[in-house]
């Protein structure tokens, strides 16, 4: 038995839809364990270019199975769109299971999704509009709609008007917004069930078996851990948590049965949305690496903020999640700078600050403690291994490794599979 968990150690977008492609061909199963569509995944093969938001890049292995955990919030409008990209473009879905247990995003949650974040003003969260927050909320609030419904048509008839009774006085009276019809909404709903239903299993035995026959298995988190719901950068994060942890709760495993995470790193800092940015450039060098690094967002096209690599986010990553080793992306995107930048740590009024604090009020006034290193010119896109690289590409890498004591176990140079190189063994 051998399991992976991928998890995003900065922002998200740090590259785990390639990561995990990467690893998937080693693997026998690949699960997605929580978030919906509002995250999203690029992977190129050969010359074509795929992007993913629900459905795990092991995808594109037809001999892997694919799984989409009970932690998930499913948009099954979202869901169908991506099942038919794929078949249009030459790839299987045969080999998916759904959980039985997800939840679904009900298109009322996308409504007040978009509403609640109008009303915010000035205190807008940037959520992606999804309806993940209010889907995760209903689900908390155990009045949720899950996958299991939609195989029983008079329950799930019943939950969406019990659940429209409550919506559409929302809608009405707070928002002065249009109601939803039921029966338009149990149509549509029952419509998109027959398509889903061939892949609606119970992911967790199917998971906890595959462990005891030592299948291997790879575990990916969607956004990162600064959007996690406890250990992000609260209220600017994600609804559910993508750090380590998280895989036993949205997968169904014990925690005993986690062998390895993998921590990805990208070789500079990005993030998406509103709040703090210690390590953020606002200048030439910001401009610079989000064009060389093509850095819009997969959902929803925004150009993401750049920043040098936070190291203090990375140790913090290290602690709640437990890495063992780091993926490092993007490193080809520093080529041809004369200096690069990490940050160490952060100034708060004068104090040195190593460990990444709760307050927002805290994080929002620290100021960067930035160690400077030399730069390298080559392209390093063809590099065939790490002994490679540029002497200074290499003292980067080392300089990260000594201040976040993790090894460092796979760089990406590149977009294509080709361009990804293992330094050690991941499983």
């Not at 093969?45 to 499913?74: Q, R, T």
């Not at 403690?369 to 002497?391: A, F, H, N, Q, R």
């Not at 990406?412 to 990804?420: A, E, I, N």
Request: glycine share 10%.
């Amino acid at each position: 038995m051998s399991s992976v968990v991928i998890v995003g150690t900065q922002w998200g977008d740090e590259g785990k839809g390639k990561i995990t492609d990467f690893l998937a061909e080693k693997s026998d199963v690949i699960t997605r364990y929580q978030g919906g569509n509002n995250a999203g995944h690029t992977v190129k093969i050969a010359d074509k270019e795929y992007k993913l938001h629900l459905i795990p890049s092991g995808i594109f292995y037809p001999d892997k199975m694919c799984v989409l955990g009970n932690g998930m919030v499913i948009d099954l409008e979202a869901l169908i769109s991506e099942l038919d990209y794929l078949e249009e473009n030459g790839v299987t879905v045969k080999n998916l299971i759904i959980s039985d247990r997800a939840h679904l995003i009900m298109p009322y949650h996308k409504v007040l999704d978009e509403l609640d974040e109008e009303r915010r003003d000035q205190e807008k969260i940037g959520t992606t509009k999804k309806g993940i927050g209010p889907c995760y909320m209903d689900k908390a609030a155990r009045k949720g709609i899950r996958v299991c419904d939609l195989l029983e048509p008079e329950i799930l008839k019943k939950k969406i008007e019990n659940s429209l009774k409550e919506k559409n006085q929302l809608l009405d009276r707070v928002y002065d917004s249009k109601a939803f019809d039921p029966d338009k909404m149990v149509a549509d709903i029952t419509r998109y069930a027959e398509r889903i239903k061939p892949f609606i299993g119970d992911s967790s035995y199917y998971i906890n078996t595959a462990l005891e026959n030592g299948e291997k298995l790879l575990f990916e988190g969607a956004q990162g851990t600064l959007l996690d719901l406890d250990h992000g950068t609260y209220p600017f994060v994600t609804s559910s948590n993508p750090v380590a942890g998280g895989v036993c709760i949205g997968a169904g495993i014990g925690p005993t049965n986690i062998t390895n995470v993998l921590g990805v790193l990208k070789a500079y800092s990005t993030r998406v949305g509103d709040g703090p940015f210690p390590s953020e450039l606002k200048d030439d060098i910001g401009d610079k690496i989000r064009e060389a690094g093509g850095e819009f967002g997969t959902t929803t096209g925004r150009p993401r903020r750049i920043g040098w690599l936070d190291l203090v986010i990375a140790r913090y990553a290290k602690r709640v999640s437990g890495l063992d080793q780091i993926a490092l992306t993007l490193l080809d995107v520093l080529s041809g700078f004369e200096k690069l930048k990490l940050c160490v740590a952060y100034k708060y009024k004068g104090e040195t600050l190593k460990e990444f604090p709760a307050s927002l009020e805290v994080l929002s006034k620290c100021e960067p403690v930035l160690e400077e290193l030399p730069g390298w010119e080559e392209d390093i896109t063809g590099i065939e291994s790490y002994d490679d690289l540029p002497t200074n590409a290499k003292n980067y890498l080392k300089r990260i490794e000594e201040i976040c004591s993790v090894p460092i176990s796979v760089i990406s140079v590149g977009p294509g599979r080709d361009q990804t190189k293992i330094i050690k063994d991941i499983f």
